[in-house]
């Protein structure tokens, strides 16, 4: 290779530990627990599991494996089609590997992604083999420099028993400086400091990621390209659930609640959470800042349209177009935007004080406002809670949207009785359709039921659930079902593939 | 009255606000908003509450009523009894209200018992037209000194129109100096500093709680005694499930994960709570911090073993034997005790920082590890979430006690699915029961449920719930489940008296 390495790698106790990605590979033995950068498809390792996954088609072995969040194909598709995860936490996405997970063949740990860090900091889990983190560069003073995401990249560096950098060279330079790098000490009576953010932009931490130069055994150059996430163009059913999102918080603004520059924002991940920033261009609103977990297209359109003013989060997750425009928009983003671990951006005592506004996609809605993310049909794993949990139990308003029906209207997002749980009612304030808005606060049980099926629901569901309602009703109860009914709709789409029952 | 008021109205301007109960009852209107004090039956007006519902009996009119918890017959009986309650928040548990709120009569909103001060300050509920607040004393400063509880009173005292105190001639001259009001400033970039607890037994705020004097409209006298909560002694299996909590933690400990002193302990309400801490004498841990909500007979039991160093909270629950040596007792608790507001004895922030292993009791379980705190048959509310949410979500360890079965094995307490989510896997760490416990940390969900399985429940539905499992295993998915089959135990009980299949 022709590059001048000395550029990246600026600490000359480094200099000498390159080795290639399949040299590395032979490193990981049967049974080992492996920490690796990565979230949302930024800033993971590429080269390394891809060659880790080729050695897996020819030996038999199995590894444990942490991230940040979500993997792409080179990382957690190649490794889960060499069958080499036994066990996969805290989040992911990918299709190949959800099949593997639904099938029982890898075990997964959907867990808060604030808690991973702690979780780990513990105890609680096997301590780490090795850490694997894509770098953009070796500082001076041999700090890490990270690429597109923190995630859990600092806790495993400090954690794990060996570390290998895939230092990758085509990452923009501008990356150095974006990060705002913190670590919590342990948690105990005299022992943790409060976290010391008070404002959204100003920085706590470093711009690199502490490692003990001695455990870093190798160090693998990569110039693989970020991978960009799909993302659908917003349409007329997402515009108008951005339309009914704008008209809440108008309200909210009209009632002395909310000022125009709103609070902290923290928008979900996914193709309507984007499109729904996205719809807030025109807004009105202005000088918002974001607070959030991952920064996708709609917040740099946001700040282009100069409504956003500065956002914060652990993670990038880009369009091909954004992807491919990086390098050279990145500069120009660079003072408004911070990156920090996850542990802190979704931390439940930032959230907390900074009074965060919540928005997140739900996958099932039941008429008390219980919100699944998770699971097709109750047991089958779609990606994970991720960090929903860490901002909806804490924020100053909750909001979960979702297109009220799926599949040309045979299915309906809003349900009797969720089939699985992953935010109770206590946690949720606001359910979002494109139908419109219900405000569940202040309301009891049957009064959330009321307005959330006349507000929120589909016209073609409506007078199904009111009958499920009113029969509910009649058994009384704070929270009426009719037990053996409430899986009604979801057995039906079982047997006759649509929640209708005629 | 022949006290000498001076004694504790020790701020003149107080002095000729003096009113009877019945003349501050008919200060009420029509559709007004309440605040009271009061958590689980201490530091609640008594006077006051059966006074309105008195004047109740003869007019028609209803009020919303807010305190910090449950309050006891002179407050929330009485006025259940005389209809005149129409919304209840955050937490109850007195069996006539109970039954109106389950047959529509009274809406009830179950909150987390940390969030109502936050939805208070945000102009989320109505602003209250009353406060109505037992005091120990009135200090030379006009601070008002609480007896047996902090809850929400001091943001009451702040944010209500008028003011009532039901001053207690008859409460332990000890209180005063042994609460600790502390006040968040709003939400927000730049406006709430932390928290500044980083040991429990430091104190943070002020001895009372402040209020502007003007909207102090009346001073009723009382001498009502403290109302005892009814605490079944501890038995066989009350004892076998502290020692699987004990045998725990002895294993955290021996792992090295926590130290003899453990690490501050919040325990939940309730008999079976009460009598795990009771259990706890003997441990062989010592110098143990408790920084918990509601402080029960077992934390003083442990403080008089010399197992407790010091505990913190923000309320009293106590037995007849204990509420009638409270007086006398209370001076040699003074530096041992300290009472915080709600707010902050369950924040996030604190909670996480603090490290808090978190034991409450979970009224039903199932295999996946979710868990129902409040609804009987997953429909009729008992209590409410209380303060379990704030600890759960954020505990070092979060460990759900429950007995295997009730109503003689006619109950499993473990099921397919629980007929109402309070506490999702997510949050759950430890299940115990007089059976074993099932640490849970690090399993996914069909592990989970192995373990909970075979280790918690009742031999008598072992193979029923191993057969369920196997069935849902069969359709395969990340959280298994035969959906039109989940509830099939509920519905057998229902329609058999018993959730054994036959």
New interface residues.
């Given amino acids: 290779m022709s590059t001048d390495l000395s550029k990246f790698i600026r600490n000359k106790a480094f200099l000498d530990k390159v080795v290639t990605a399949e040299e590395a590979a032979t490193w990981i033995e049967d049974g080992m627990t492996l920490g690796m950068s990565g979230f949302t498809l930024f800033g993971e390792p590429k080269l390394f599991p891809k060659a880790l996954a080729e050695r897996g088609k020819k030996e038999k072995f199995k590894i444990d494996l942490f991230t940040g969040a979500s993997m792409g194909p080179a990382a957690d598709q190649s490794m889960a089609e060499a069958d080499i995860i036994n066990?996969r936490v805290p989040y992911q996405g990918n299709p190949v590997q959800r099949k593997k997970?639904?099938?029982?063949e890898i075990?997964?740990?959907?867990?808060?992604l604030s808690h991973v860090a702690?979780?780990i900091r513990?105890?609680?889990?096997?301590s780490l083999d090795y850490a694997i983190i894509e770098a953009a560069a070796i500082t001076e003073d041999g700090d890490i420099i990270p690429t597109g995401s923190v995630g859990n990249s600092p806790i495993f560096l400090d954690t794990a028993k060996h570390v290998i950098i895939e230092l990758n060279i085509s990452a923009p330079p501008e990356y150095e400086g974006m990060h705002d790098i913190y670590m919590q000490s342990?948690?105990?009576?005299?022992t943790?400091?409060?976290?010391?953010i008070?404002?959204?932009s100003k920085r706590i931490g470093t711009p690199g990621m502490k490692v003990d130069s001695a455990k870093v055994r190798g160090i693998i150059i990569s110039s693989e390209p970020d991978i960009p996430s799909p993302l659908f163009e917003p349409n007329a059913e997402t515009q108008q659930i951005a339309d009914n999102l704008l008209s809440f918080l108008g309200e909210e603004v009209k009632?002395?609640?909310l000022t125009e520059s709103l609070?902290?924002l923290q928008s979900g991940v996914g193709s309507v959470a984007n499109a729904v920033l996205n719809g807030m261009k025109t807004s009105g609103f202005k000088d918002i800042?974001v607070a959030s977990e991952v920064l996708q297209d709609g917040v740099f359109d946001l700040i282009d349209a100069g409504v956003v003013k500065f956002a914060a989060g652990t993670a990038l997750s880009l369009s091909k177009k954004r992807v491919e425009s990086l390098g050279k928009d990145l500069a120009k983003y660079k003072d408004k935007i911070v990156f920090r671990p996850q542990e802190i951006s979704n931390?439940?005592?930032v959230i907390?004080?900074?009074?965060i506004i919540s928005f997140n996609t739900a996958l099932e809605v039941d008429i008390y406002g219980?919100v699944n993310s998770t699971?097709v049909?109750?047991?089958?794993?779609m990606n994970g809670?991720g960090g929903s949990?860490d901002f909806a139990?804490?924020a100053?308003i909750t909001i979960f949207v979702t297109q009220s029906t799926a599949k040309d209207g045979k299915i309906s997002a809003i349900v009797p009785f969720v089939?699985?749980?992953?935010?109770?009612n206590?946690?949720v304030d606001v359910i979002i359709t494109e139908q419109g808005y219900a405000d569940l606060?202040?309301?009891?049980p049957?009064?959330a039921a009321e307005r959330i099926i006349e507000n929120c629901m589909h016209p073609d569901y409506k007078q199904q659930a009111r009958d499920y309602l009113a029969a509910?009703?009649e058994?009384?109860?704070?929270?009426?079902?009719v037990?053996?009914k409430?899986?009604s709709w979801?057995?039906n789409l079982?047997e006759k593939g649509t929640m209708l029952i005629k």
Same sequence: chains 1, 2.
Wanted: no cysteine; proline share 6%.
């Fill in positions: 066990l997970i639904n099938a029982g075990f997964y740990i959907d867990q808060h702690e979780s513990q105890g609680t889990y096997p342990a948690a105990g009576e005299n943790r400091e409060a976290i010391p008070f404002e959204v009632a002395g609640r609070a902290p800042v931390h439940p005592e907390r004080r900074l009074g219980n699971h049909g109750g047991t089958h794993m809670i949990g139990r804490n100053r089939a699985h749980v992953d935010h109770t206590h946690d606060r202040g309301l009891a049957t009064q509910a009703k058994r009384g109860g704070q929270t009426p079902h037990l053996e409430a899986f979801h057995t079982a």
